[in-house]
C-alpha cells in the first residue's frame, strides 16, 4: 500500500483528500494545512499544522497556491521522501532543493462541493528520476484510466490551452448569463446551443465549425450587439470579434 502525505486545504486538495482515503491501494497518512483544524471531517487521516518527519511516507503531494510551493518546498530539505506538486504552470525546479521532485497534475477544474469522477480525470505525470516517475504513474492510475507523461513545456501548453477551454469559456458564459438576465429571459433558453457547440468540438475541428457575425464580417449585427452591451462587456466583444475575423480571413 502506497503511503501518501499531502500538504495543503485548497479545493483540489479536499478532493484528493477523499480520493486517496476511499482508495484500496492508498493509504494517506498525513494531511497538512495552516489551519488548527481540517476544512472538513476526514475518515481517518492524522491532520497537522507542519509536515510530520517521524511519520513514514512514500509520496509527499503539494496542493496549493503556485507561489507557495517553492517556501514549502524548502521545509521538506531533509526528507527523503519523493515530492510532486500539482500546478499545471509552475516548474519541478521549484522544488529544486530537493532529492527527488516530481509534478502530480490531475487536468480538470475543482470546486469543493462539486463532485468529480476521478477515473476520467486526466493525471499528468513527471520526475526527474525513472523510478519516482513509476511511482507517481501508479499512483496515477490507481486514481484515473487516463494519465499521462509529459515534459514540462508539454504540460505548460496544457495549462494554457485549459485556461481558454475552461475558464475563458466559463466567463463568457457568465457574460451570456448576465445579458439575459437584463432581458428578463431564462438562461435556459441558451443551454442546448451551449451543449451543440461543445459536444461538436469534441469530434470536429473548431476552427472549420465556425460561424457568426465576426467571421463574415457582419459589421451591421457587429454594432447591433454593441449597442446593448456595457462598455466592458462591448469592448470584450470587439476583441474576441477581431481575434475570430483575423483567424479566418488572413
Known sequence: MMRIALIGTGNLAIHLVHALETCNATQLVQWIGRKNTPPRQNLNTP?????????????????????????????????????????????????????????????QSFKETISVDWS??????????????????????????????????????LHTAAVFANNFCNHLIGVSQNITSKAALP???????????????????????????????????????????SEEDAELYRILSQSIFNTHNT
Open 187 to 229: 438562461f435556459s433558453v441558451l443551454q442546448p446551443l451551449i451543449r451543440e457547440t461543445f459536444e461538436r468540438s469534441f469530434s470536429n475541428k473548431a476552427f472549420a465549425l465556425q460561424t457568426g457575425p465576426a467571421k463574415r464580417n457582419d459589421t451591421l449585427t457587429q454594432q447591433k450587439h454593441l449597442s446593448v452591451l
Open 47 to 107: 491532520y497537522f499544522t507542519q509536515y510530520q518527519q517521524n511519520i513514514d511516507a512514500d509520496l509527499c503531494l503539494i496542493a496549493i497556491a503556485d507561489d507557495a510551493i517553492a517556501s514549502t518546498a524548502e521545509q521538506l530539505i531533509n526528507s527523503d521522501v519523493l515530492v510532486a506538486h500539482t500546478a499545471g504552470a509552475v516548474s519541478i525546479d521549484e522544488l529544486k532543493p530537493l532529492k527527488r521532485k516530481g509534478v502530480f497534475y490531475p487536468l
Open 120 to 157: 476520467t480525470i486526466p493525471i499528468c505525470i513527471e520526475a526527474t528520476h525513472t523510478d519516482d516517475a513509476e511511482l507517481l504513474e501508479k499512483l496515477a492510475s490507481q486514481l484515473s484510466k487516463n494519465v499521462h507523461q509529459i515534459s514540462e513545456h508539454q504540460r505548460l501548453q
